[in-house]
């Protein structure tokens, strides 16, 4: 009767496991993580309970019932720790993927905008807007307010020409402040 006790006890954790495994949404790579980490917590505190209930009983029938229900809760709860173990493992290889991929797109896009930008510059400079002598001050002007460079950027563009306009003899330590604006 016990033993019956036991594994039921067993087959209902087991079952109420798999059941919430299968039927949570899904959630995101470091959700994934803590979930697993705390299902592994969960399973192994209702798999301690169940095996201790389980060992109470037995112990009280007979001897040899309780050695059978210790082996059987530990095996239990070894097979909890294992699966625990592997979805919290699995977690983690996919929380750490997806940053990898976070990681790699950001850098793409931000050496994508300083070549742009670099680019801009060039073509100001080849078109002769921008010259190591001088440059237009209206036709670059409305150059940076037509381009698709971020507002920020262009603000910050902007007043790099200003200043220029208000003391020429900055220029080539402007220029270097403009290229290096664009290169960040």
Avoid: C, H
Avoid at 32 to 48: I, Y
Avoid at 157 to 172: C, G, H, M, N, R
């Amino acid at each position: 009767m016990s033993r019956i006790l036991v594994i039921a006890a067993i087959v209902i954790v087991g079952g109420g496991a798999a059941y919430y495994f299968m039927n949570q949404p899904e959630p995101t790579p470091a959700e994934r993580l803590e979930s697993a980490a705390q299902d592994a917590g969960n399973a192994l505190s209702d798999a301690a309970d169940a095996a201790r209930d389980a060992a109470e009983d037995a112990v009280a029938t007979a001897t040899e019932q309780a050695a059978d229900v210790a082996q059987q809760a530990t095996d239990a709860a070894t097979e909890a720790v294992e699966q625990a173990t592997e979805a919290a493992t699995e977690a983690a290889d996919q929380a750490t993927t997806a940053a990898t991929d976070l990681a790699n797109a950001a850098s793409e896009q931000v050496a994508s905008l300083a070549n742009d930008g670099e680019k801009w510059v060039q073509s100001m400079q080849d078109t002769g807007i921008l010259t190591k002598d001088g440059f237009n001050y209206d036709a670059l002007v409305l150059a940076v307010q037509g381009s698709a460079l971020s507002q920020d950027t262009k603000d910050s563009v902007l007043k790099i020409l200003a200043d220029i306009k208000a003391s020429p003899e900055t220029f080539d330590a402007k220029l270097q402040e403009l290229k290096a604006l664009f290169a960040s």
